[in-house]
Nanobody
């Protein structure tokens, strides 16, 4: 069973920052687009950002330069640096790997933005 392991969630005040990390198996990481999604209570899961095998990032419009997705290839890790967090960013954040062979999800990490 393929396992993506996320870390870095927690409680943060509005305007604060958090960094999420997702570690994938090396063989999966090497061939996959890595993405971060989120699901707020009562809402559908939505795309936050993706990064290609070659390192090209792409973002949802609501990110608006606040978030940065990156890869650490030597560690098989995809990171999401989130700055300027808002209460509406409160959600469970999921890592996803996407390749021609298959897609895999992490278990999710919860972020709460509140004062």
């Amino acid at each position: 069973q393929v396992r993506l392991v996320e870390s870095g969630g927690g409680l943060v005040q509005p305007g604060g920052s958090l960094r999420l990390s997702c570690v994938a198996p090396a063989d999966i990481f090497a061939i996959s687009i890595m993405g971060w999604y989120r699901q707020a209570p009562g809402k559908e899961r939505e795309l936050v950002a993706t990064v290609t095998v070659g390192g090209r990032p792409d973002y949802a419009a609501f990110v608006k330069c606040r978030f940065t997705i990156s890869k650490a290839n030597a560690k098989n890790t995809a990171n999401l640096q989130m700055n300027g967090l808002k209460p509406e960013d409160t959600a469970v954040y999921y890592c996803k790997s996407m390749s021609r062979d298959d897609d895999y999800w992490g278990q999710g990490t919860k972020i709460t933005v509140s004062s």
